[in-house]
């Protein structure tokens, strides 16, 4: 299988060097050629096998240039067990009419350690095939999650040095609490004083940067990337989306062949563009649910074709969705330009210059045969959150929330009874002031632990330990930058 560009087709490159590079050198991003097909007879047979046998199954079908044996270390090594709280790895949770995925279950507690317990060794494989001996450098921009799990996967990797910026005030308490602390001798992070968009566009200009990349080659370094940029990012979350259907069919909640929706709390575009992917491999899906918080620029999209950036940005309690460049939409746009690479790089020349771009009309029509769309502020969240746990007696982090509210109203809309998995992001421990105080706005509390003690008081469910011990430890970073000082930063982590 190769990789082309989604702005220039007559790049082409190995998975291998794919993963290794993160981004083609004009700024497009890696595709598939095409897509490998799954039929249902696999679909059953997968159904038969546990997490790791259906990973190892759908990454050989992407990882063409691994053999088989280094996809049985890769995958053996990510997802060994104890390191992800349940046997299942990504469980489906039945609430009420619909399939929560707990998506959270690995060591940082959100989604992102799905792919990035594994890209790790994605990565240190693929390096052995195409940058033998050179250090890798990744290089992060986080809206609060990817960080810690980027560091927590990386952290003492031979050969790598990780670099993780955050938005100083765009992270919740307990998210920068888990990068400052991080431990490791290869690791380091630092806040700047700018949003998340900031801090990812800031790193996509240091990757695309020929003087840097030279630097770094004097010095027997190269850049990745461990944002959803990276291929190595996206193909493990195919995985859990064909695992959820093999899972609803072999506990008789469907039957095969059926079609399910999928709902995604989103932000890149990351997530809910793996489930496509998995449905252009040919997993029945019925609809996609693009749910977004405040920051709805992907709502808009999806409902009228039109993106646009130019618009207020909000904080809000879901801040791993506090985004308005959705980098992943890229990859979904050369799909439904029938993989015309001129016209994406239209789009994304358009999107720099004057923050918007639109869609042709049947184009559009396209992406509304896969698509639905919707969104709610902080106050529809909290309800949501409020509502689940009295009604449901299930606790909802902010981000699930968002999809569990947008998947209501979509039902209330359409009347649609497709059964449907609902993507569960973070473990509502990570957002322990908005979970609070949804369900018990009255509860006086000091401090984040104060208000972690008050959750678990009140609703019997456990902090996960890796959360709990955060209490009390002291950050090891502390350095805040300007946006305009993210090369120096570099450079002196890098000691070049
Ligand atoms: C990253 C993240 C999202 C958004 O996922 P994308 O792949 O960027 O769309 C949603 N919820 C949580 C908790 C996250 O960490």
Redesign the pocket.
Known sequence: MEYLSTRNKSVKVAASQAIVKGISDEGGLFVPVQFPEINIDKLKELATLGYKERAKYVLSLYLTDFTKQELDYCVEGAYADGKFSSTEIAPLYNLKDSFVQELWRGPTC???DMALQLLPYLLTVSASKSAKDKKIVILVAT????GKAALEGFKDVKNTKILVFYPNDGVSPMQKLQMTTQEGENVSVCAIKGNFDDAQSGVKSIFTNKEIAEKLAENNMQFSSAN?INWGRLVPQIVYYISAYCDLMKNGKINAGDKINIVV????????LAAYYAKQMGLPVNKFICASNKNNVLTDFIKTGEYDKNREFYTTSSP??DILISSNLERLLFEIFEKNDEEVKKCMTSLSENGKYVIPKDVHQRLLEDFDAGCCDDTQTLETIKETYEKENYLL?T?TAVAVKVFNEYVDKTGDKTPTVIAS??NPYKFSKSVLCAIAPDEKVEDEFDTVDAISRISGVECPTQLATLKGKKPRFTQICEKSEMVEVVFNMLGI
């Open positions: 959100a989604f992102k809206s609060g999650d990817t959803s709390p989103t932000g890149n575009f990351g997530n809910i791993s969705m982090d981000h992001t973070a």
